[in-house]
T-cell receptor, first 112, second 114 residues
Framework: GQQLNQSPQSMFIQEGEDVSMNCTSS?????WLWYKQDPGEGPVLLIA?????ELTSNGRLTAQFGITRKDSFLNISASIPSDVGIYFC????????????FGKGTKLTVNP | GAVVSQHPSWVICKSGTSVKIECRSL??????MFWYRQFPKQSLMLMAT?????????EQGVEKDKFLINHASLTLSTLTVTSAHPEDSSFYIC??????????FGQGTRLTVV
């Protein structure tokens, strides 16, 4: 089945640093979604991208839908301790199904 | 964002018993909901698609007789783990879409079978 390659698998940064993570796929997607999951909780939607080339911001978060429709990145600027968590990308492929394909996640640790 | 509520947040049950997990969309109607399973330190694995008014669609390898799904209304889907065994212990999460492309997740249910 389809797979998303998400990298890096984990990151250890200092508070205030910027962070970048990305997802790539061998097939195209219609929609890219970025989620954050805290331990013991369900994923929370951060940013949704609907068009190739789209660049969208949500506070300190910025995400882009790759022009080839096969990749997306998420940037976090000026990280703070509460940014700690696991970030997942998810893609929705063409064909009308609402099913999502998830990346394996990026675990972010922010040292104060 | 839209609110999806999942209940219970955690449950402990004895081996051989059945457990029901509810997923509700609180402020929108969802004709489709999804059930996921997540193992520790892993990503979400789609189990099945719950369709209001019709049978659920299960992913390959998921036992439909073990994981019963009922989507009785546009705001409620239930997952029943039947004859649970310790290997069924996991974190189960549901999601629902307000529009076709924004999926919102419930808080998850931690199931422990002893």
């Amino acid at each position: 089945g389809q797979q998303l390659n998400q990298s890096p698998q984990s990151m250890f940064i200092q508070e205030g640093e910027d962070v970048s993570m990305n997802c790539t796929s061998s097939s195209i997607f219609n929609t890219w979604l970025w989620y954050k999951q805290d331990p013991g909780e369900g994923p929370v939607l951060l940013i949704a991208l609907y068009k190739a080339g789209e660049l969208t911001s949500n506070g300190r978060l910025t995400a882009q839908f790759g022009i080839t429709r096969k990749d997306s990145f998420l940037n976090i600027s000026a990280s703070i301790p509460s940014d700690v968590g696991i970030y997942f990308c998810a893609g929705q492929n063409p064909g009308g199904s609402e099913k999502l394909v998830f990346g394996k996640g990026t675990k972010l640790t922010v040292n104060p | 964002g839209a609110v999806v509520s999942q209940h219970p947040s955690w449950v402990i049950c004895k081996s051989g018993t059945s457990v029901k997990i509810e997923c509700r969309s609180l402020d929108f109607q969802a004709t489709t909901m999804f059930w996921y399973r997540q193992f520790p330190k892993q990503s979400l694995m789609l189990m099945a698609t719950s369709n209001e008014g019709s049978k659920a669609t299960y992913e390959q390898g998921v036992e439909k007789d073990k994981f019963l799904i009922n989507h009785a209304s546009l705001t409620l889907s239930t997952l029943t783990v039947t004859s649970a065994h310790p290997e069924d212990s996991s974190f189960y999460i549901c999601s629902a879409s307000r529009v076709a492309t924004e999926a919102f997740f419930g808080q998850g249910t931690r199931l422990t079978v002893v």
